[in-house]
């Protein structure tokens, strides 16, 4: 019997922990890709999930309250938070905003109040609206999440960076590049005064200041940060396949682009660039 009793509370304690990584694991940072068209407008491709986030929600919530309770409104938003990743996986982005919306007012009504928690909704919530191509609603989302990112985490976190990315992409959709370029250029900043910045997160933000350049017709810097994008993105630890065709993408357009007249082959280029990843590949897992 006391057996029996231990695994029940076990369970319901494993119940509550998982809904509250659930509501914490969505990372809003956007990815975008080059479309291959007359205007080669760039459109968001994606978002990423992203364990930082995920690690420092989680630290909040226990070192507020040192228990794996949590309040029935706080469980019930997670839900919903999950719900809304599910719809924007299936980029049903108006039930993804429904489920994003649902969580924001249950946790408006919770005693415990997490900031950082909304900042990762207003951030969902923001993506879901910019790839319905609502930039203006999107833009105040993501300016909530930055305002409680800064004020909590600080102006040099990486977080903090995610939401300078997303804020990027959307003046870069407006066609206000310099502004684009600057939040872009902050963001990663912040990453390479980290220990350790070869990150996905940092890599996303490499491939979307890569199509910002290309649309400045900087098609050199374009080239250099898709290529740093691509580095880390076939990295053992970072194996995003569907990222790594994405930079492949953009980066075919960008050197067919420059080398166009001068019958060199991106496809032999880009096998020369594979072989010495592989190179770096067997080295790193060698060491390790």
């Known amino acids: 019997m006391a057996n029996i009793i231990c695994y029940k509370k076990?369970?319901?304690?494993?119940?509550?922990?998982?809904?509250?990584?659930?509501?914490?694991?969505?990372?809003?940072?956007?990815?975008?890709?080059?479309?291959?068209?007359?205007?080669?407008i760039a459109v968001p491709?994606?978002?990423?999930?992203?364990?930082?986030?995920?690690?420092t929600g989680i630290d909040e919530i226990v070192d507020d309250s040192n228990t794996a309770v949590a309040s029935k409104n706080f469980l019930t938003a997670a839900e919903h938070n999950y719900y809304g990743n599910e719809h924007y996986a299936k980029k049903e982005f108006d039930k993804a905003i429904e489920n994003y919306q649902k969580a924001i007012d249950l946790l408006a009504t919770d005693e415990n109040k997490k900031p950082l928690i909304n900042a990762t909704l207003y951030s969902n919530i923001g993506l879901a609206t910019m790839q319905l191509n609502n930039l203006a609603k999107a833009f105040e989302w993501h300016q909530k999440a930055l305002a409680i990112r800064e004020?909590?985490?600080?102006?040099?976190?990486?977080?903090?960076?995610?939401?300078?990315?997303?804020?990027g992409i959307i003046y870069s959709r407006q066609g206000d590049y310099d502004k684009a370029e600057k939040f872009y250029t902050d963001a990663?900043?912040?990453?390479?005064?980290?220990?350790?910045?070869?990150t996905p997160a940092f890599a996303d933000i490499c491939n979307n200041i890569g199509v910002l350049y290309y649309k400045q017709k900087k098609h050199i810097e374009a080239l250099e940060s898709l290529t740093q994008a691509y580095k880390i993105y076939t990295t053992p630890s970072h194996a995003w396949d569907f990222r790594l065709k994405t930079v492949q993408q953009n980066l075919k357009i960008v050197y067919n682009y420059l080398y166009k007249n001068s019958g060199r082959s991106f496809?032999?280029?880009?096998?020369e660039l594979q072989k010495q990843f592989e190179v770096n590949r067997k080295l790193l897992t060698r060491e390790y």
């Open 151 to 167: 004020k909590e985490l600080g102006k040099n976190h990486p977080d903090t960076a995610n939401s300078y990315n997303n804020i």
């Open 267 to 271: 496809n032999s280029w880009s096998f």
């Open 45 to 55: 491709k994606g978002v990423i999930f992203n364990g930082v986030s995920g690690l």
């Open 188 to 198: 990663l900043n912040i990453y390479t005064e980290l220990p350790y910045y070869q």
């Open 10 to 40: 076990f369970d319901k304690i494993f119940s509550v922990l998982f809904f509250l990584l659930a509501v914490t694991l969505w990372q809003g940072n956007g990815f975008w890709v080059i479309a291959d068209d007359k205007d080669n």
